[in-house]
């Protein structure tokens, strides 16, 4: 289970500089890499890239929903 949290980290990770890429610069380094948005290449790795952002809200929702002790105001 953790190396399929790591490898999907490293993917999300990919998946954000690209869009930081396509936002600063429009430029899609994935599609540079592999032949264009339309290439079969391409929409596998745009399709892992979201499938890892589906995975990693499952460790997401476990962190949120550990009931931690929280700090109490005091009036």
Same mark, same amino acid.
């Given at each position: ?19 930081? $890429? +396509? %936002? *600063? ?7 540079? @890499? =592999? ?7 391409? /929409?596998?790795?745009?399709? $892992? +890239? %979201? *499938? ?7 460790? @997401? =929702? ?7 002790? /929280? ?5």
């Amino acid at each position: 289970m953790k190396a399929v949290n790591i490898i999907t980290l490293i993917l999300i990770i990919v998946g954000g500089i690209n869009w930081g $890429l +396509v %936002g *600063l610069a429009r430029f899609d380094l994935v599609a540079a @890499l =592999f032949g264009g948005q339309d290439a079969s290449l391409a /929409r596998v790795v745009y399709i $892992l +890239v %979201g *499938l890892s952002a589906l995975w990693q809200l499952v460790p @997401l =929702f476990r962190a949120t929903s550990i009931d931690e002790p /929280r700090a109490q105001s005091h009036r």
